[in-house]
């Protein structure tokens, strides 16, 4: 790997994210790109900054990433962003964690089926529409740019049994979607800024209960 592709990802340095993941990322970057010709996974106008706009975008959510966890659920995951990207990089820090990819298109499960047999990581893809699901396990929900975030939390509500924490991006209009949420939910969380957007935030929430009426 080239040297100007290295320091593209030396924002996830103080991440703590390995470089031994760097050439992972940039094997994804060359399949997510030859992939995009064919079907819509990412814009086209963000392939120049593929690695900025989408890999350390998802990847500085590590630090939100409890390694007690074992499975992660990534709901509307598309072309794998954040679910692929957090799979590589936890292939080292902790190799057990399981990833479920939720994706509705057949074309986009093909891809991320093919990513997934091509690095090697441990993840399931289901080609299902994830607003039809009953009853999923799992310890971490993850999204970006699915839904907004109160029919993320909605969906986590209704269509999971069991999990213990959601990461959601937010964007702009942040403080509108977090208010919005805790007048009709209660729940703990934490937020930090993006490192890719000065507009953007990631948050955390756990202990999510319904307020009653």
Request: with cysteine.
């Amino acid at each position: 790997m080239i040297d100007s592709n290295i320091l593209e990802y030396k924002n996830l340095e103080p991440l703590n994210v390995s470089r031994e993941t760097f050439p992972q990322f940039e094997a994804y970057c060359e399949l997510l790109k030859k992939e995009n010709r064919k079907i819509n996974l990412i814009s086209k106008s963000t392939e120049k900054e593929i690695r900025k706009r989408h890999i350390v975008d998802c990847a500085q959510t590590i630090d939100f990433i409890d390694e007690n966890y074992n499975i992660c659920t990534d709901i509307g995951s598309g072309s794998g962003l954040p679910g692929i990207v957090i799979a590589i990089i936890m292939r080292i820090k902790k190799p057990g964690m399981k990833f479920h990819l939720y994706e509705k298109s057949f074309r986009k499960c093909e891809f991320l089926f093919s990513v997934k047999e091509k690095l090697d990581l441990n993840a399931e893809v289901y080609q299902k529409d994830i607003f039809k699901e009953r009853n999923l396990e799992t310890d971490l929900i993850i999204t970006r740019a699915f839904k907004p975030l109160p029919i993320v939390l909605d969906l986590a509500e209704k269509n999971f049994k069991k999990f213990k924490s959601v990461i959601i991006f937010l964007g702009k209009n942040k403080k509108d979607f977090l208010k919005k949420a805790l007048s009709n939910w209660s729940f703990t969380y934490k937020e930090k800024k993006s490192i890719t957007s000065s507009e953007s935030k990631i948050i955390k929430i756990c202990n999510l209960k319904k307020n009653e009426k």
